[in-house]
């Protein structure tokens, strides 16, 4: 998730500077919101849809 970007400073002149850190928030969000998305479609697709009513017995 950190890059340091310090490769080739002296050649370009530029002035030095510390780490850079990239997030990926898409990534984040797509596994934040897919894994659960996917795991409840995968849970609604293996499952019964409702349970049998029992009958009730006079008395």
Not at 7 to 23: C, F, K, L, R, S
Not at 40 to 50: D, L, S, Y
């Amino acid at each position: 998730m950190t890059r340091p970007l310090t490769d080739g400073v002296e050649e370009t002149g530029a002035a030095p500077h510390g780490t850079i850190t990239d997030i990926p928030w898409l990534l984040l969000l797509a596994i934040a919101v897919g894994v659960p998305l996917v795991a409840a479609c995968v849970a609604g697709a293996v499952t019964g849809g409702r349970l049998p009513k029992a009958g009730r017995t006079p008395g």
